[in-house]
């Protein structure tokens, strides 16, 4: 889905969107690619680590 038919179909700025989904990007939580006729493609980055390796989530010995 394009940066475009999100930021028009909430109702936000494209610029706006942009830099978020730039920064998003940087930090690797998002990964983009832009295809044919200016059309980009985004999703979701994989995970980089377990969330069960993060001190936030209390352990419950399933992991």
């Keep these: 889905m394009t940066c475009e038919a999100i930021a028009s179909s909430q109702g936000i700025p494209f610029r706006f969107l942009k830099s978020v989904v ?3 990007r940087r930090a690797g939580l998002v990964r983009s690619q832009r295809a ?3 059309a980009g493609t985004g999703w979701a980055a994989a ?3 377990s969330p069960c390796s ?3 989530v209390p352990s ?3 992991c």
Excluded: N
């Design 60 to 62: 419950t010995g399933t």
């Design 47 to 49: 995970p980089t680590r």
């Design 36 to 38: 044919a006729a200016k």
């Design 22 to 24: 730039g920064e998003l």
């Design 54 to 56: 993060t001190s936030a």
